[in-house]
């Protein structure tokens, strides 16, 4: 156990360093798409919740797991899209009028 | 290790490298969507091989959870106009929180006491924070949608009630970590910290909420870490940290706009009350402006820049600014467009909303370059938008806002207001922008006067 | 070995994402003082060495572990004496005259 | 866990944090030495912690090694001049590349057929990388100190029996996994890798050594990467990677200064002989001044830049030109410096240089920035550079330096060429820059003349 502490507390270290430099080179112009597309890939824990919902463990727990599993869908659905919405939406020169 | 766990490892491992690829690509708008395309394809991968996962022994619920919420997923995606998104962040932030903390309460379900020390904690941290960042998160979304009111909602000794519902949260988790046989101290940090978010959030006033979502959102993060943790799952704990540092940041940049401190932010109450004291000077005249002056002023301009805040997300007018600078444009007029980072309800408020609007982000300036061009604007034209072109911020050391960096508009030839009275900005405070000599105001909806505005320049 | 191999690679591949993204905020006015740093720093093959050296398997290990200890030391104190020297030359105004 | 691992893991935790905390520092001069510091202490926790492990019986040849080698790395660290950085910065890749074959060979002594193949694998990739780098960076670091020829040595089917000793270095690997009981695969595999390091840097000329250094640089860090996986310990593969990107992204930067692939650096044998073909053009006669002519020029200019190059480092001219430059800015002359990217033996090589004459790094201007400013300057003073200024590269899309960006000096009012005589840059091109109505020649050796030139200025 305290090896996989271990290992997981390098990742941890290494992935906060590194959100740190590559979050804070994202434009102020992207920080909306930049805040629903983490709130996408935060639906991650996603793969936590199908093993729970799956798993049967006892009644409870696959209830509990299969409303985690929803929620993390809608976030992972609706985050991935709403940013490509937004994404989309950035030209840099002026496109034709579309109106 | 079999094949099949090799498998499920390698969907995990390229399922990191592509999350940060994914948010590499949002450093520059020419890539960003590509990276998004890496990191919806990290996730789908890592959804697969949790598919294969050993454990599972039936699919239908999770069927079920998937393509419900999937549904829910593309309804919210497709349909949630640009203007709601603050909400619909806070919304999903809610989910985020809600999923980390089901995780941890079924894990404890199933384990109960046998779990040692080490998963105790990781489970203990995913529930707390899953659970404030899911009751808080509701509060935020309710005072962004109105739902409750907006300004804060304080009483006396809030900050002392939250201390010490904090604190015995914390209490509550130690003890459970030294005594894991005592299974209600789990229900009991349960209960707490999902009544820890509630009032936590309530007493913040609906301008400060984007930093109390990044905030959350940074914790929602960390939950997900700590489930990482608790399932000896690298994915999650790199994932997880790449969200939190990103609310994290993201928070610290909004703070640094204002010149206020996060802990002015989460305790301050600010924008609540406050009536008179330092802003006493701020009286005096506003000349008002009509229609027809404006649209003169603004066809003959060299340079017109826009400053657009709150007031056109909430009037939807970005379409009509839109227009109305084309007309500009076509007449030979040089339009700008002047980002405050905090202007609006979330960072990046205004600059979604303009991208929505068609308008090429090469027109879109940040606070520092556009300053210096202000003396050399004929015309800016303030789109509802207060608090972030108040001078007090610069002139008045005394004022609540002051030392947080604003846009200038005060420099140029001439200012037009765009707003629909008298009303104050979230802070509350009266801004003497409005009654000096060169701002005129042109009162109603914003996006009928643009409307308006237009009409008028395609007569001249 | 596999869950150690496992680790060992999600470390090395966030480790080389934020090497990418350290080293290149590094200016070109500080790529030779750079160059010494990392030097130094791959030095870290010292704490290999001095296991080898001092855990007397047999006499050869020893000796190759001996060099092994000194070759590393010389990169790790030369390196940063240097790159110490070397930064403390750098001057954004003009100092005194030190001639 | 004991205390005693716990506290070995714990130093080396805190060492992988504080590497990239001092690399970090490096992004700004200002917080470089801090960086440094950091980084220190790093090293320092690592070794105290390694120190306690368990395996070590006896200290006393440790001790024995790390005296000698704190001897003469102090000796090192405090007496190598800055010009003598190439040298020495290649030496060193050559011991750390030493040690880290070293320990790879004493593990395999050691374990011998008893490795599995995860561990077998590491080791054969650290030895491999570390005989490379080993080998290679004494050929590097004689070719700089001019113990052997610095131009390219040269024959018939070099890259063909390159090619071949690679490949059966990589036979010998992938069979020695395959069968780790055939000891004598892996020491054929150390003996190929040595060799392999002698003939790939022996063709490549001593200009484009830097790039190779870096390249080694990168190797020397993947093969303490590879001795972290043997070995199961992180700080090593951090720091391994760390220093294997450095090295890499520093030759890709490079490469792309001087617009060539890393391949033709590798293999193209640049910069040997090629006398003749595409630069016919560049003939004519050189105008040759005198000290008292220039020296006047740069008296009564408003701006003057200096272009430092290779000549500047091997006259050791960098305190010479200092001076000049400040009686120059006494008499109210403008004075910057130029530095090309590729300028000199290795990346940075000017502005350590000019740093260690007391120049402000203010003053230093990059490629892009002071290209514009050429126009406007009245004097360009070139210092034994060539390569970096040569016309040709920006005007002859046939030269061999063709798309390699210069700095323009052919574009100021006035150019001063500082060189001993008629001689070439490395890459052996004719400089037409020379042959141009607006250049100038001052022959001499750079620190003479730019003695001569502040005697001259001072008189004035
Ligand atoms: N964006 C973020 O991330 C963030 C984060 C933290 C805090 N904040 C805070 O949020 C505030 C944002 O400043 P801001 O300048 O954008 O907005 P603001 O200061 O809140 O002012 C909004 C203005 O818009 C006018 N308005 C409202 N509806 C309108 C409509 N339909 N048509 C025309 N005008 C309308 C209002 O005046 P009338 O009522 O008279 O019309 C008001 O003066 C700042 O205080 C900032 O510190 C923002
Ligand atoms: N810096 C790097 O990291 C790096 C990496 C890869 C490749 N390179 C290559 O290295 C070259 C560097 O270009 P460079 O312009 O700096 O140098 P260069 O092109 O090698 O030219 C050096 C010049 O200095 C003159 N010189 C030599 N000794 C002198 C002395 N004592 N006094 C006065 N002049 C002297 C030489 O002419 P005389 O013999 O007539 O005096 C020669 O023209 C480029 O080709 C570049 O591609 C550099």
Known sequence: MNEVLMAGLYVFVLAAFLGYQVISRVPPLLHTPLMSATNAISGISLIGSIVTAGAQYNRVSTILGVIAVTAATINVVGGFILTDRMLRMFKREKGPETK | ?460
Chains 1, 3 share one sequence.
């Open chain 2, 1 to 460: 290790m079999s094949t099949t766990t090799l498998f499920i490892e390698g969907t995990y491992f390229a399922a990191s490298i592509l999350f940060v690829l994914g948010l590499r690509g949002l450093s520059r708008p020419e890539t960003a969507r590509r990276g998004m395309f890496l990191a919806e394809f990290g996730m789908l991968l890592a959804v697969i091989g949790t598919l294969l996962n050993r454990d599972i022994i039936s699919y239908e619920w999770i069927i079920v959870g998937l393509l419900a919420g999937s549904t829910i997923g593309v309804a919210m995606g497709l349909w949630v106009p640009m203007t709601a998104m603050p909400q619909r962040t806070a919304l999903s932030h809610a989910f985020g929180g809600l999923a980390a903390a089901l995780v941890g309460v079924s894990e404890f379900l199933r384990h109960g006491e046998h779990l040692g020390t080490f998963k105790v904690t990781a489970l203990g941290f995913e529930v707390l924070l899953g659970g404030i960042t899911f009751t808080g998160s509701l509060i935020a979304f309710a005072k962004l949608q109105e739902l409750v009111k907006g300004a804060p909602i304080v009483y006396r000794g809030q900050n002392v009630l939250n201390l010490l519902l904090f604190s015995s949260a914390a209490v509550v988790f130690v003890m459970l970590v030294l005594t894991p046989a005592n299974t209600w101290l789990f229900y009991a940090m349960c209960a707490l910290a999902l009544l820890f978010g509630v009032l936590l959030v309530l007493p913040i006033g609906a301008a400060d909420m984007p930093v109390v979502i990044a905030l959350l959102n940074s914790y929602a993060g960390l939950a997900s870490a700590a489930t990482g943790f608790a399932l000896g799952n690298n994915v999650l704990i790199i994932a997880g940290t790449l969200d939190g540092g990103s609310g994290f940041i993201l928070s610290i940049l909004m703070c640094k706009a204002m010149n206020r401190s996060i802990t002015n932010v989460l305790f301050g109450a600010f924008g609540s009350a406050s009536p008179a004291s330092a802003d006493a000077g701020a009286e005096g005249v506003m000349r008002e402006v009509s229609v027809d002056d404006v649209a003169t002023q603004l066809a003959y301009a060299r340079q017109v820049v826009f400053v657009p805040g709150y007031g056109m997300a909430t009037a939807q007018a970005q379409n009509a600014v839109r227009e109305l600078a084309s007309l500009l444009e076509s007449r030979g007029v040089q339009v700008k467009y002047a980002i405050h980072p905090v202007a609006g309800r979330m960072p990046g408020h205004m600059n979604v909303l303009l991208a929505e609007a068609n308008v090429p982000y090469s027109q879109l300036y940040e606070l520092e370059q556009i300053n210096p061009e202000m003396p050399t604007t004929d015309v800016a034209v303030v789109i509802g938008a207060n608090d972030v072109v108040n001078p007090e911020a610069r002139d008045n050391p005394k004022s609540a806002i002051a030392g947080m960096p604003i846009i200038e508009v005060d420099r140029a030839k001439s200012v037009i207001v765009l707003k629909r009275g008298r009303g104050k900005g979230f802070s509350g405070l009266e801004n003497p922008l409005f009654f000096k000599p060169v701002t005129g105001l042109l009162f109603g909806d914003a996006k009928t006067s643009l409307t308006r505005l237009a009409s008028a320049v395609r007569e001249l």
